[in-house]
């Protein structure tokens, strides 16, 4: 009688803690913050090369959980460091439903490795996505922000740097 008794008051406090826990109140302007990617290289896109896919994640926090949006708008950039070039991303829409708290979660971003999507850049002025033996491989990251539906723009994140193989 005692063990149910202790129990029984056990799980009261620990529904009396749990319910006491505020959810998080997270800023209107989306905060991101580098996760991974899953891979640390990846030989550029020529014809002749077996097809890979790079995948860069992220996770995302925002209170008013206007991410996506159901117009052409982009909502994330990836700036290759390389050349300053954004690499525009559309997202889905996430529902505002049950969202009074804002919302998290992580996005990956799939860019699959065809011919002339990753490619090695020269110092010597080369052309992009061809073989020169002389530079056997190339290094970049991205820079990363997303922009929310009411035109929050996050901070901005650095990748690690990914090795692309040349040849």
């Not at 159901?70 to 889905?92: C, G, H, M, W, Y």
């Not at 505002?96 to 804002?102: A, L, Q, V, Y």
């Not at 901070?155 to 040849?167: V, W, Y």
Request: proline share 8%.
């Amino acid at each position: 009688m005692e063990l149910k008794k202790n129990i029984s008051l056990l799980l009261l406090l620990t529904f009396g803690i749990f319910s006491c826990v505020q959810p998080p109140n997270y800023s209107d302007i989306p905060e991101i913050e580098f996760v991974q990617f899953n891979q640390d290289s990846i030989t550029q896109g020529l014809a002749q090369n077996v097809n890979d896919t790079l995948e860069v994640t992220f996770s995302f926090t925002d209170g008013d959980g206007d991410i996506g949006d159901e117009t052409e708008a982009i909502d994330v950039f990836l700036i290759d460091s390389r050349d300053n070039f954004p690499n525009p991303i559309k997202l889905p829409v996430i529902p505002n439903i049950g969202t009074e708290n804002g919302i998290s979660g992580e996005v990956t971003v799939r860019i699959p490795n065809k011919p002339s999507n990753i490619c090695c850049t020269y110092p010597d002025g080369s052309p992009p996505c061809t073989i020169n033996n002389e530079f056997p491989v190339d290094t970049f990251s991205y820079q990363i922000y997303m922009v929310d539906r009411a035109g929050n723009e996050s901070n901005r994140i650095q990748t690690d740097q990914i090795t692309i193989i040349c040849n």
